[in-house]
């Protein structure tokens, strides 16, 4: 039997490593799928600011047209001079989404190659979205400061703007879903017979599962829905909190014991706003215009879920975190945008007279260089209007479609976002007014857009006091 033991020994030593780098794995691998998670859910909190911001342009709005008026929040733009997902004051994160994006990149490492590839391209157009977005805030604020509301022309320019950030949150929401989806293919499994995932896990899944069904007929604003799957969720929670009143709070250390407190508090919050939902959809009179399921959504719901209101979600990933972490985390959930419209601009977009190219524009003969045609198949195109010079402090007026859709306007380096809606199948025409010729005539401006390929594309227009520049935009 001498000689049995040392094989023994390498057996059970073998084993025991074995076994620890399998733990070191499975911890790993929950770490790098909650990187993706944790990503998500803090660009939420930062895609709140900027919902907010332009619920504030659109209420600004309201004000020039057949709409009330209401002050939604109390901040703006000057409020956040930095970038809110980079966040480089540390005001907003611990850890900012953009860092965090890289640590997802960097830890996916611990992934199986065909999930990480897949998560990590998945997080890459939400990064985008968000950048887009960015720029947004800041381009229609620039907007609404500098140009005359009074003007017809240039609410709907505004408005386009708007509408475009609709498409961008609606985008964001899509690809967050192809994140969660992902995420519980890849999500490692701790034992089945694991207390923890007995107790609490299986339980928060469900909940988040019924959570995020209440969540989308909120976003389809489908009433009747919405309050079926509010009374499942009702269910769901009310099992949730019996699971964490059963937690014996004795055993916990004061990190837990503060968690598990927090928790139970603001899933008792959430479950008296899904008890009013189901009984009264009343909602305040500044929401009215906005409707239920919005007011339900933005404010109450994802008010009680995301990190910002201490919510269920955010508290009970960190109750997972304080538990041991081995486990994904939930979801929270971005907030979705919608723009008020006024009919007035709605019957003048409707009524609009048919597009016909001019030849003289105020005096000045217009010229058109057939190479610097746009192409392209979306309904309203982005195009980023800047000095691609040397800032001579050249002011111009474009002209869409026979509308001003920018007057007077001095441009710099930083770009001016528009949405030009274009006609399909017809040529529509842009058209670059001098107002001056600034220090280095003739007065020059770059106009640049993605092409369907998603590659930028640039082209410049020159105009002086004699002839005005067109570009012809085509619809596919």
Same mark, same amino acid.
């Given at each position: 039997?001498?000689?049995?033991?040392?094989?023994?020994?390498?057996?059970?030593?073998? *084993?025991?490593?074995?076994?620890?780098?399998? +733990?070191?794995?499975?911890?790993? +691998?929950?770490?790098?799928?909650?990187?993706?998670?944790? *990503?998500?859910?803090?660009?939420?909190?930062?895609?709140?600011?900027?919902? @907010?911001?332009? %619920?504030?342009?659109?209420?600004?709005?309201?004000?020039?047209?057949?709409?009330?008026?209401?002050?939604?929040?109390?901040?703006?733009?000057?409020?956040?001079? =930095?970038?809110?997902?980079? !966040?480089?004051?540390?005001?907003?994160?611990?850890?900012?989404?953009?860092?965090?994006?890289?640590?997802?990149?960097?830890?996916?490492?611990? &992934?199986?190659?065909?999930?990480?590839?897949?998560?990590?391209?998945?997080?890459?157009?939400?990064?985008?979205? &968000?950048? !887009?977005?960015?720029?947004?805030?800041?381009?229609?604020?620039?907007?609404?400061?500098?140009?005359? $509301?009074?003007?017809?022309?240039?609410?709907?320019?505004?408005?386009?703007?708007?509408?475009?950030?609709?498409?961008?949150?609606?985008?964001?929401?899509?690809?967050?879903?192809?994140?969660?989806?992902?995420?519980?293919?890849?999500?490692?499994?701790?034992? @089945?017979?694991?207390?923890?995932?007995?107790?609490?896990? +299986?339980?928060?899944?469900?909940?988040?599962?019924?959570?995020?069904?209440?969540?989308?007929?909120?976003? $389809?604003?489908?009433? /009747?829905?919405?309050?079926?799957?509010?009374?499942?969720?009702?269910?769901?929670? +009310?099992?949730?909190?019996?699971?964490?009143?059963?937690?014996?709070?004795?055993?916990?250390?004061?990190?837990?014991?503060?968690?598990?407190?927090?928790?139970?508090?603001?899933?008792?919050?959430?479950?008296?706003?899904?008890?009013?939902?189901?009984?009264?959809?009343?909602?305040?009179?500044?929401?009215?215009?906005?409707?239920?399921?919005?007011?339900?959504?933005?404010?109450?719901?994802?008010?009680?879920?995301?990190?910002?209101?201490?919510?269920?979600?955010? @508290?009970?990933?960190?109750?997972?975190?304080?538990?041991?972490?081995?486990?994904?985390?939930?979801?929270?959930?971005?907030?979705?945008?919608?723009?008020?419209?006024?009919?007035?601009?709605?019957?003048?977009?409707?009524? /609009?007279?048919?597009?016909?190219?001019?030849?003289?524009?105020?005096? @000045?003969?217009?010229?058109?260089?057939?190479?610097?045609?746009?192409?392209?198949?979306?309904?309203? &195109?982005?195009? =980023?209007?800047?000095?691609?010079?040397?800032?001579?402090?050249?002011?111009?007026?474009?002209?869409?479609?026979?509308?001003?859709?920018?007057?007077?306007?001095?441009?710099?380096? %930083?770009?001016?976002?528009?949405?030009?809606?274009?006609?399909?199948?017809?040529?529509?025409?842009?058209?670059?007014?001098?107002?001056?010729?600034?220090?280095?005539?003739?007065?020059?401006? /770059?106009?640049?857009?993605?092409?369907?390929?998603?590659?930028?594309? =640039?082209?410049?227009?020159?105009?002086?006091?004699?002839?005005?520049?067109?570009?012809?935009?085509?619809?596919?």
């Amino acid at each position: 039997m001498k000689h049995v033991y040392p094989y023994l020994s390498i057996f059970i030593f073998s *084993f025991v490593i074995s076994t620890s780098t399998a +733990q070191q794995s499975t911890v790993s +691998q929950a770490k790098a799928v909650n990187n993706y998670v944790v *990503f998500a859910n803090e660009s939420d909190h930062g895609l709140l600011i900027i919902h @907010r911001l332009l %619920e504030l342009y659109n209420q600004e709005m309201n004000k020039y047209v057949d709409l009330p008026q209401y002050k939604l929040n109390l901040f703006s733009n000057d409020d956040f001079p =930095e970038n809110i997902f980079e !966040d480089q004051s540390g005001s907003f994160y611990r850890v900012s989404p953009n860092d965090l994006y890289v640590t997802a990149l960097k830890e996916s490492s611990s &992934l199986p190659p065909k999930y990480a590839g897949q998560a990590n391209d998945i997080i890459k157009g939400m990064k985008s979205i &968000l950048d !887009d977005l960015e720029k947004e805030r800041y381009s229609i604020g620039t907007l609404i400061a500098n140009t005359d $509301l009074t003007q017809r022309t240039n609410l709907k320019n505004i408005y386009a703007a708007l509408d475009a950030c609709v498409v961008k949150y609606d985008a964001y929401e899509g690809k967050r879903k192809e994140l969660e989806n992902l995420v519980n293919k890849i999500s490692p499994e701790a034992r @089945r017979n694991d207390a923890f995932n007995k107790s609490f896990v +299986q339980v928060y899944k469900a909940y988040c599962k019924d959570l995020h069904a209440l969540f989308n007929a909120l976003r $389809l604003e489908n009433v /009747a829905n919405a309050i079926k799957a509010d009374l499942t969720l009702m269910k769901s929670a +009310q099992t949730l909190a019996n699971a964490l009143n059963a937690t014996d709070a004795s055993k916990l250390t004061k990190p837990q014991a503060t968690v598990l407190e927090e928790l139970r508090s603001v899933l008792k919050k959430q479950m008296g706003h899904l008890e009013a939902f189901s009984g009264s959809q009343s909602v305040p009179k500044e929401y009215e215009q906005y409707g239920i399921c919005y007011y339900m959504y933005n404010i109450l719901l994802a008010g009680t879920t995301n990190k910002y209101g201490t919510g269920v979600v955010e @508290r009970g990933n960190e109750w997972i975190k304080v538990n041991g972490g081995n486990y994904a985390y939930g979801f929270e959930r971005p907030h979705f945008y919608k723009v008020i419209r006024p009919k007035q601009v709605i019957e003048e977009e409707k009524n /609009a007279e048919p597009i016909v190219a001019p030849v003289v524009e105020d005096n @000045r003969k217009i010229v058109v260089d057939k190479e610097k045609a746009i192409s392209s198949n979306v309904e309203k &195109l982005l195009i =980023e209007v800047y000095d691609n010079q040397e800032f001579d402090h050249d002011t111009i007026s474009l002209k869409f479609n026979g509308e001003w859709i920018l007057k007077k306007q001095l441009i710099t380096k %930083e770009p001016i976002r528009l949405y030009l809606p274009l006609e399909k199948g017809k040529d529509n025409y842009l058209i670059l007014y001098a107002d001056n010729l600034g220090t280095i005539p003739p007065n020059t401006c /770059a106009i640049r857009w993605t092409n369907d390929k998603g590659k930028y594309n =640039e082209i410049v227009l020159k105009s002086d006091f004699n002839t005005s520049e067109m570009v012809i935009i085509r619809r596919q």
